[in-house]
């Protein structure tokens, strides 16, 4: 069961940075992207999800980051008082 979890979402990711290296490589400016999404007048049904989808790992990684830095200073301070 693990190998199959494992390959569905190597092949996720793999379509994630292929497409990722794809708008890298695209001719154009950020803000004309924005443009061409906005002239598709997509329904806001559809359009908050597929936002979601996008910013859910930047936010997940984000406070991770900020809860480890944050248990490293814990750890920090803990240890000198005990020290002391």
Request: net charge neutral; charged share 10%.
């Amino acid at each position: 069961m693990f190998q199959l979890v494992d390959s569905i979402c190597f092949h996720i990711f793999l379509a994630f940075y292929a497409f990722s290296i794809g708008v890298f490589l695209a001719p154009g400016d950020f803000p004309s992207y924005v443009e061409f999404i906005k002239n598709l007048e997509i329904s806001p049904a559809l359009l908050f999800p597929a936002k979601t989808i996008v910013a859910f790992p930047l936010v997940y990684h984000y406070i991770n980051g900020i809860r480890h830095l944050v248990s490293l200073l814990f750890n920090l301070v803990f240890k000198l008082h005990s020290a002391a």
